[in-house]
């Protein structure tokens, strides 16, 4: 007999519910948005292999990968498009949960007792901290960026939808902003891997319960005292 | 004769009629497109100019009409819009136009019909190379003639954004850059430009970069005889000087030819894109990678501990509690 509380509330595996085990999980992520978010991470590392290899000669032999010079330049723009869509696509359904707040600006005050894992010292965190949200932003922003200049380079549709001089000031832009979300690219990246149980997250959608008690603590109580607890697992 | 004379100082005489291997090889590339280390050139070859005589030209348009047979374009046939210009513009199958304008003299109150014969100027520092990301696509011979390799496009078009006189054309058939080659492939065996052969009034010759400025210092002398107190030579040093010239009558201001730059020079958006940014950029990155991977490797990972997982289960145990407790008191 399962509680009617919990069952009423809690699909089985739906988004931000706790399994109670044991071990407790915590559902992190729905397939939805793991395969948009896998979309969009594939389509940025094929735009990136394909732009740094016409962004600096010595990368030139990447475009041996999408099969030559001539595919590079063709098929680069049209990842971008997929990147655009399948990121907005997340884009709107995350913006909510990644609006700064209070708890942030502590955070990002302690940066290095972030650095240094001493998580105890530092606000309870809802589902996203300010270093997610910085890379939420970032991301977006540049992506706007990106594919704005990048329709402007896109010699083969749009060659003469804005002028030279502007084309030169979007090209310009275009590899400044693919150097800064690259950065930011590598710092998402590399925080997943650093914070252990993360990836999780992005393979099979659930973290253990300890990490959501360490790093999003707000996240698990809201989610405990809302009574969103699936008891069959 | 072939083997003292490594370049044409004419295009005017007849081709030579014994067989002639190129003399524009490998070996005489001073740059070439996307390519750190290029080996000097062995040899250095008689740097070769195109001079433009603007007030010699009739607008019979030989030339374009000897450049499409020569390359073998296909140039649409267009529409008449009311003036010469035709086509509208270069398009990749057609590597030169001439541009006519109407101007007004102020001084005289004449008016002035003001032909040029637009194309690849040649430059001494090419900005459609500089811009260039693909290996070899844009290469420079010592002789000064800077041409497209098509095997090596990637049909980018930055070319088109690197050249400061708008110059290069991506063919919508290939999707490859095209533009005037100052016929490398007749240079090569001796001939002169088709264009400059072409040329009824001699408005177009062709010969050694330094005959070329001697032959225009004659005609420029002609003209300021004659009243053009401004004629002068157009040799823009903005981007190093060019192996295509003109002679204008008003040199005072070239813009006044359909636009031709009064400072041509590589647009510094364009250096700071090819030059701080590309390598800057790369540092930048190259640094990030190699600081995340020896952290990754050698920092401390930030782990979940076991007291935290039992946090956690406590938590949830007691929510649980509070639901069913909750329930039976309803
Ligand atoms: S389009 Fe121009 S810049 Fe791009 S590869 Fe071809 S020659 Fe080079
Ligand atoms: S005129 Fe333009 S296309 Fe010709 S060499 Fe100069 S930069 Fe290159
Ligand atoms: S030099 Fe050759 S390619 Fe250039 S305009 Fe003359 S005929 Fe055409």
Same mark, same amino acid.
């Given at each position: 007999m399962s509680t009617p509380a919990s069952t009423k509330h809690t699909k089985l595996g739906s988004e931000d519910s706790i399994r109670r085990g044991p071990p407790v999980e915590v559902v992190r992520y729905g397939p939805g948005k793991r395969i948009n978010h896998w979309v969009t991470a594939i389509s940025l590392i094929l735009l990136l292999l394909s732009g740094l290899a016409m962004f600096h000669p010595s990368l030139f032999f990447l475009t041996e990968l999408f099969g030559g010079g001539q595919m590079t330049r063709w098929i680069h723009p049209w990842i971008g498009v997929v990147l655009f869509i399948s990121f907005f696509i997340l884009f709107a359904q995350l913006w909510k949960l990644n609006i700064p707040n209070r708890d942030d600006v502590k955070w990002a005050s302690q940066i290095s007792d972030v650095i240094g894992g001493n998580e105890e010292n530092l606000p309870e965190l809802g589902k996203y901290n300010a270093g997610q949200k910085f890379i939420f932003w970032g991301m977006a922003s540049l992506i706007i960026v990106l594919i704005v200049t990048g329709i402007m380079a896109?010699? /083969?549709?749009? !060659? /003469?939808? =804005?002028s030279i001089p502007t084309q030169r000031i979007a090209l310009l832009v275009h590899s400044l902003a693919a150097v800064a979300i690259i950065l930011i690219f590598m710092l998402h990246v590399y925080a997943a891997i650093w =914070? &252990? !149980? =993360? $990836?999780r997250a992005m393979t099979r959608g659930t973290v253990t319960g300890g990490w959501a008690w360490r790093h999003h603590r707000k996240w698990l109580k809201d989610m405990a005292g809302r009574g969103r607890i699936d008891p069959t697992k | 004769m072939a083997n003292t004379?490594?370049? @044409? &100082? =004419?295009?005017?005489s007849n081709p030579p009629v014994q067989p002639m291997e190129t003399n524009l090889t490998q070996r005489d590339l001073i740059r070439r497109s996307a390519t750190s280390e290029l080996p000097p050139p062995e040899r250095q070859l008689t740097p070769v100019a195109k001079l433009i005589d603007v007030s010699k030209c009739i607008g019979c348009k030989a030339c374009q009409s000897a450049c499409v047979e020569w390359n073998d374009t296909n140039p649409e046939v267009g529409e008449n819009v009311g003036v010469y210009t035709n086509p509208h513009d270069l398009t990749a199958d057609m590597f030169t136009l001439m541009r006519f304008s109407e101007w007004i003299n102020p001084e005289t109150d004449n008016l002035e019909w003001l032909i040029r014969k637009d194309g690849c100027m040649h430059c001494a520092d090419p900005g459609c190379l500089k811009a260039? @990301?693909?290996? !070899?696509a844009i290469v420079q011979y010592s002789n000064g003639i800077v041409d497209f390799i098509h095997d090596n496009c990637i049909g980018c078009g930055y070319c088109v954004k690197g050249c400061p006189f708008n110059i290069p054309r991506i063919s919508k058939a290939d999707h490859r850059a095209y533009k005037c080659t100052l016929c490398s492939d007749r240079v090569a065996v001796g001939q002169g430009p088709a264009c400059a052969k072409a040329c009824p009034t001699q408005a177009i010759v062709f010969g050694t970069k330094e005959d070329m400025k001697k032959h225009a210092e004659g005609r420029i002398a002609d003209l300021k005889s004659r009243g053009y107190a401004n004629a002068g030579l157009y040799d823009p040093p903005g981007v190093g000087g060019t192996h295509v010239m003109y002679v204008l009558h008003h040199n005072d201001k070239?813009? $006044?030819?359909?636009?031709? @730059?009064d400072n041509p020079a590589i647009s510094a958006v364009v250096q700071t894109w090819k030059g701080a940014t590309k390598y800057a950029g790369l540092a930048v990155m190259g640094l990030a990678a190699a600081g995340t991977l020896l952290h990754g490797l050698f920092g401390r990972a930030n782990r979940v501990s076991k007291h935290e997982e039992e946090e956690a289960k406590e938590l949830v145990d007691e929510s649980v509690e509070h639901v069913e407790k909750r329930e039976e008191d309803a």
């Open positions: 896109w010699e /083969q549709y749009f !060659g /003469q939808l =804005t =914070t &252990r !149980g =993360t $990836i | 004379m490594d370049s @044409p &100082r =004419t295009a005017v260039c @990301p693909s290996p !070899g070239p813009h $006044i030819y359909a636009d031709l @730059p």
